[in-house]
Structure formats: structure tokens, C-alpha cells
């Protein structure tokens, strides 16, 4: 089980690339960028997917090993130290265009993977300190919100069409990423104004906590802009861009088609396994935590990483997420591949609903 743990650790080339990357020149500022979406998405086409689970015995041992765990909290610190070598490196003498555009790309790809997924794992976590580690990651990608909505939000409303979260049928991705961002914050506000007023309490306080995160989230900003300045500051926000439509486009592709049927008493049913898109190839699975086992993890929100299991019948994508995730950029191909799948799905489960 230790080896099964360390495999994961082959996340951490991605923070080493990054490390170099968001001070580096040339090819060396675009290698994570390179790494995650041509080396992988093309080393998973030739992969076949594993989908093995745990033995019950072997679940626990995993859940009893420290190092899964560990690997997690590693990103904290390695989060914000590449985040400030980032901003200290952004207004070298020489810098190319190209080469800053290539150190943003990098940042943005360690806000969206590792800043904003592992803060998905976190945040999803019981205990109190965890979930915070989990804001802590989101503050560097200036959404903090996401722990509200998705955890409240999206978890109870995923596959309908109340879930901003939640892709339908022919929405193109560039449509649903304004959807998703705009709603999403606003979900967020209902959700805690909400929770406010049925403990009796004002909604207009530092008790909520989107005016919390909104107050952090603008500390951070203008420390920036008065360490590091304007010009920092700015590829801050393009990096913390890149980062939310990484999430984003994740968001697209886990339950893009998937929708819960009503019942007869006007309630959705409940979550199932096909109400989720998933992967079991290893490269993907290892690089997101194991993000791809998305059925289970809508199955039990709060199941650690290390234990979540390929359910049968879970909708399989035709590969992994980075691939998907590209393909998507090019609507009219995502319909012709996806679409086809989505409604063979839907006369084969009667959980999916076709009225679309």
C-alpha cells in the first residue's frame, strides 16, 4: 500500500516544472503546459483503462497510510512559494512576450490542477483545518466561493438543470464557461444568505462568509499590486483566469448530457452512477487525485481520494480528462464525439432523462 501511496507523488512533476518554469526562458517556461496537455493526453491514447478497485482490507490500510494525506497538504506551501516566485520573476529585464506568456500558463496550470483540485479534495474533508487548507488554496486562484457552492450547490444539484455546474446537451463550452462562473458566484451568495437567515442571523455581516472571502480575496490583490506591482498584478489575474477555466472546463466535461429524471412526486431522483462521466486511465488519474473516478466521488462526496472505486456502469470517456479537456475547446468535434455516446446512455438507462 506505501508503493500504491508514492504513485501518487508522481503528481509533484508538475510543482518541479512549474519551480523552473515561472522563471524560466524559452521551451523551459512551457514545459508543464507541454507536459499536461500533449505528453499526457497523448500517452493516453495508447493506454488501456485499469479498472481495478480495492479489496475492503486494502481501503482501510489506505485510509490508515499518513502519506496519501500528506501529499495533499504538501501543495499548501508549494502553492504559494511558486505563486511568489512567479510574481518576483514576472518584471525581469529581457523578458519576452512569449516567455511571460509561457510563465502565466504555468502558474495557471498550478492554480487550476493543484491549487483548485486538491482544494476539491480538501474542501471536502471533515475536519475543520483541512477544509481551510482548502481555502487557502482557493485564495490563489481568487475563488474562494467554489467551497460554498460546490459543496452545497453543486453536490445537491448536479445533473439538473438548477446546477450551473452542470454542461447540457449542444452548450458550447465557451457559453457554459460564463454560465457556470456567473451563476456559481451567485449560487454561492443565495446559499450562504440562506444559511444566515435560518439561524437568525444578518446576511450583511463578516458572519458570511462570501463577504469574508471577498474582503481576503481584495487584501491579496492589492498586496500584489503594492509588493510586486501593476505588471505582477496583472499576470496574477491572467494566471488566476487560466486557473478558473481549467476548473471550469473539468466542470464541463464530468456531467456534460447527464440529467436526473423527475419522479412522479416532482423530486429529482437521486444521484447515480450514471450521472457522472469518468476515466480509469492511470496518467489522468494519478495528475487529478483520482478526480476521474467522478462517479463515486458524487456517490460519497466525502470518500478520500485513495479509495475511490471505477463503479460499473459509470459512463467511461472515449479518454482521459486532459484529452477530453481539449477537445472540447473545439465544439462542433466534443458534439460528434460525445453526443453520440451521451444518447446510447440515455436508451440504455432509465435514470437519464430525455427530455433535454
Given amino acids: 500500500m506505501r508503493w500504491r501511496a508514492l504513485r501518487y507523488a508522481t503528481s509533484l512533476a508538475g510543482p518541479t516544472m512549474a519551480f523552473f ?3 524560466g526562458w524559452g521551451l523551459e517556461c512551457w514545459a508543464f503546459p507541454l507536459f499536461g496537455f500533449v505528453f499526457i493526453p497523448f500517452l493516453e491514447l495508447f493506454l488501456k483503462p485499469r479498472h481495478r478497485v480495492l479489496s475492503d482490507i486494502e481501503e482501510e490500510a489506505a485510509l490508515q497510510d499518513p502519506i496519501f494525506d500528506l501529499l495533499l497538504y504538501a501543495f499548501v506551501p508549494l502553492q504559494w512559494f511558486i505563486l511568489f516566485r512567479f510574481l518576483a520573476h514576472v518584471n525581469d529585464p529581457g523578458l519576452a512576450g512569449w516567455d511571460l ?15 483548485i483540485n486538491v482544494a476539491h479534495e480538501l474542501g471536502h474533508r471533515r475536519l475543520r483545518w483541512e477544509r481551510d487548507l482548502a481555502r487557502t ?20 444539484r448536479v445533473a439538473t438543470p438548477d446546477d450551473p455546474a452542470s454542461a447540457r446537451q449542444n452548450e458550447p463550452l465557451y457559453a457554459f464557461w460564463f454560465r457556470s462562473v456567473v451563476f456559481s458566484f451567485l449560487s454561492a451568495w443565495w446559499i450562504e444568505i440562506d444559511r444566515l437567515k435560518k439561524d437568525g442571523r444578518s446576511p450583511f455581516g463578516l458572519g458570511n462568509e462570501m463577504i469574508r472571502f471577498l474582503a481576503i480575496e481584495a ?17 496574477f489575474m491572467g494566471a488566476a483566469t487560466i486557473g478558473v477555466l481549467l476548473l471550469e472546463t473539468v466542470n464541463y466535461i464530468e456531467h456534460y448530457g447527464l440529467r436526473r429524471r423527475l419522479s412522479e412526486s ?8 450514471v450521472h457522472s462521466w469518468n476515466s480509469d486511465l492511470l496518467p489522468g488519474r494519478l495528475m487529478l487525485f483520482e478526480l476521474t473516478r467522478h462517479s463515486d466521488h458524487h456517490y460519497k462526496a466525502s470518500k478520500k481520494y485513495q479509495v475511490l472505486r471505477s463503479l460499473d456502469m459509470g459512463p467511461q470517456l472515449p479518454t482521459g480528462y486532459p484529452g477530453m479537456m481539449l477537445l472540447s475547446l473545439v465544439p462542433p468535434l466534443w458534439f460528434k464525439v460525445v453526443n453520440p ?13 430525455l427530455a433535454q
Wanted: hydrophobic letters at 45%; glycine letters at 12%; one cysteine or more.
Fill in 21 to 23: 518554469g515561472v522563471a
Fill in 219 to 235: 487584501t491579496l490583490v492589492a498586496g500584489i499590486a503594492l509588493l510586486f506591482g501593476s505588471t505582477a498584478l496583472w499576470c
Fill in 341 to 353: 455516446i451521451v444518447e446510447h446512455l440515455r436508451k440504455s438507462h432509465a435514470e437519464l432523462d
Fill in 266 to 273: 416532482g423530486n429529482y431522483q437521486r444521484v447515480q452512477h
Fill in 137 to 156: 488554496l482557493l485564495l490563489s486562484s481568487l475563488y474562494m466561493h467554489f467551497i460554498i457552492e460546490h459543496n452545497r450547490g453543486h453536490h445537491a
Fill in 101 to 115: 506568456m509561457g510563465r502565466i500558463a504555468t502558474m495557471g496550470m498550478m492554480c487550476g490542477i493543484y491549487g
